[in-house]
């Protein structure tokens, strides 16, 4: 019974952590679907939400103190969610903003060119995010303002869920949602996977590409400021080099679920977080970071297209 | 140069879904110059990949001198003295006319990088033969003069005819040529035709030729097969088949009347 | 008597001469300059093997400071480890030569492993098209990071230190010009023009009878060997290695060089390899000038923040470098969308 126990702990914290790099995998996913481009800079844009939000917070906590609201009340409940959710909805309206603006300055110019071109100055670009970040605010780690109150959740017997942990999945699943009813029923919705699918097609109805695919920069922004504000209601705190490892961890995680499928990014980082929280806990902690690597190099090799994807063949 | 003829024996390929081939069998022969012609779509192109191991067929077999190609990869297919020419010019960006020759001898080189970092009397032996053959080839083109011209400057009938040169120096015994009249003028066209008859004959090879311009493919092609949706619809002698009323209604959508 | 084999060897006597003429007054009067000018020569290494799988192959290596670190380790445990036993069977023999030797043997070492860790890496990644290979290279690379890191006997996070300060002129800039021509003397024969068409077009190449997948293996190979011989004198140069050395920012750091110059121009590299390690001194002094703003100082000496605009601005304005080809660069056949 112990031993269930643990492995279901250990599954809960995996779909925590996954739920992060779902997110984030979305938006390499999504770029990639309607570009056919790896946005490098997509993890720095992570790292991004979670610096806005240690700008914002103190803003907000000014007028709503939440860390006084500790009982677990339905009024409490409803107080912290709002205001942690306003901080949530400022960063992610700030990133998505600024991968609006990236994609217009940096990678719009160059939609004709060679998509290594492209590749090239989206390293250029997440280095200089993180160098002037990190020339901004310092290298060292900064203290992420508590925006809920951080204690595991009673009742539940031997399983500990931390208010946090909850707090990440039911706002992912709501993110996801949201997701899904943008992607399926609104007019750029469909317009974004249409553009996937055949660019040429999609122009020659009329549809603006700029517009759609500035939308998928601001979505996909969006939804990894969104994380970098979830994984730091728990974490001690913020580094400008902190959207390193989960990108590229996303990365793999969107490859994984075949990149360019949009489900496939979500079960892809569920994965993710799932194997590498079980093979911390059950292997060796130090190949926490390696296990990412391990897993793209084996889908490359053996299914490049991933679990959802698709082939796609060059026309000789 | 004798050989067993190409044989594509009832070859179908199939993408997901789509039949782009369906049991399509053809023959060319020791030094015959035979067409492969039909509407726009029709599965030329595949038939031509289908050959050089582009596309691997899913069903039947293609057999050039007695060797059996289904699956080989392009580059094996090559050396097994089948060359080829493309729809949209694909010659090297980045290589002069010269060059562009020059690396198709790579097909059955003699040395290898070891041979090319030493530099020893044997490589430059070779590299000198190879230049005097590449040279002659080009210069029985008229090409020889734009050698160190960067081959992307050429007017568009003097690539086509590169194209050409590129894939005989791979010394082939067979040459597919994938619509090598398009974009030509008239006179282009004819100068295309006798060019192409003289290859077959100076070079002693057969040559398979896709073409949408009828009167090149009735003019020099001994026999001609008519492809429409991936089925053969006909085969024969020119006249016959430009008499053919399946091959009239595939071009032109309609019965004529009578 | 090839003529490319008498300059390359004309070229590695007259270094020999001002090696043992002038290092000693060099390395020690001049100290810092000896060092940049070392620094120079491995970076020269580096950027041209490179050249030869990004720009004459069109590949897109991203983890070329992962054969480096090969390289440098092997090195590293030669000279700490085998290298003492060797020399003490060998007592009879004098100073110079021991080191020499010890630095030759560890050189050749590094080299090689690095080059099996090019195969091993190559093979089975090389059917992987453009961006992909990019990623799969660089987790290569971060993997093999990790996994030094992670080996107590390689020093793991601590670093290493590197028994003797072999490396000097005479080495680094003689195996800079055997890399050289080993690029131009593969790259300009009939065999090496293949290299350019698995760039240029790869469904042609085929066509035309280039083993496209065996010309990427040995421009990896090859490209891993130098890659290998680099890490091994700057292993012997810095006296301390560690893994952080040898991150993406390394590898990184070798691309911008190979795109400043222009892919497949092996000048374009040298030069930008050149310009490229000197650029913080030129920072440095442009950031002390008396009509820059205070504002601005702090962000020029920030070198990274610099390199990484210098790179889009670069993309942004003159993708195909100094003196690469602005046509091959838009005539890659990668898959681009309608405007």
Redesign the interface.
Known sequence: MEQITLFLQQLLNGISLGSIYALIALGYTMVYGV????NFAHGDIYMLGAFSGFLVAPLITRFIPLQQYDAFTARNFFIIACGAGLVMLISMAICAIIGVLIEKI?YR?????????????A??????I???TQ?FFGAEPKPFPQLIPVHPIEGLGDLTVLTTQAAIIISTIVLLILLRFIVMRTKLGMAMRALSLN??AC?LMGVD?DVVISFTFALGSALAAAAGILVSLDSPSITPLMGNLPG?KA?VAA?LGGIGNIPGAAIGGLLIGILETLVVGYLRP?LR??IA??V??VI??FK?TGLLGRVE??K? | MTSKPLELQNCTIRFGGLTAVANFSMVVGPRELVGLIGPNGAGKTTVFNMITGVYRPTEGQVVFNGERLNGLKPFVITAKGIARTFQNIRLFPSLTVFDNVRVAFNVHLAHGPRHAWWRGAKFRAEEAQIEAKALELLKIFNLDRHRDVMCKSLPYGDQRRLEIVRALATTPKLLLLDEPAAGMTPTEKKNLMRLIEFIQEQFDISVLLVEHDMRVVMGICRRIYVLDHGIKIAEGAPEAIRRDPKVIEAYLGEEPEA | MSRARLSLGAFLLFLLAVSLTTEGVLAGTFAYYYDVLITIGINVILAVSLNLVNGYTGQFSLGHAGFMAVGAYTAASWSNHLDPVIAGALSGIGGPVATNLCLVISMLLGGLLAALAGLLVGIPSLRLRGDYLAIVTLGFGEIIRTAILNTDFLGAARGLSVRGNYTNLFWTYGLAGICVYTVLSLVNSTYGRGFLTVRDDEVAAEAMGINTTRYKVAAFVVAAFFAGIAGALYAHFKAFITPEGFNFFRSVDVVVMVILGGMGSTLGVILAAALLTILPEILRALAHTSFMPPAFQGLLENRLIVYSLLLIVLMLTRPEGLFGDPSAVRRRLIRTRPK
């Open positions: 570009l056919r481009f790896i940096a110019p160059l939609r004709n060119q060679p998509r290594l071109t492209v590749l090239i100055t390293i250029g670009v997440s280095l200089f993180q160098n002037m020339y660019p040429t122009s590409i590229i990365f490859v130090e970071d390696a690597f391990a793209l190099i490359l090799l490049p063949r060059e000789v």
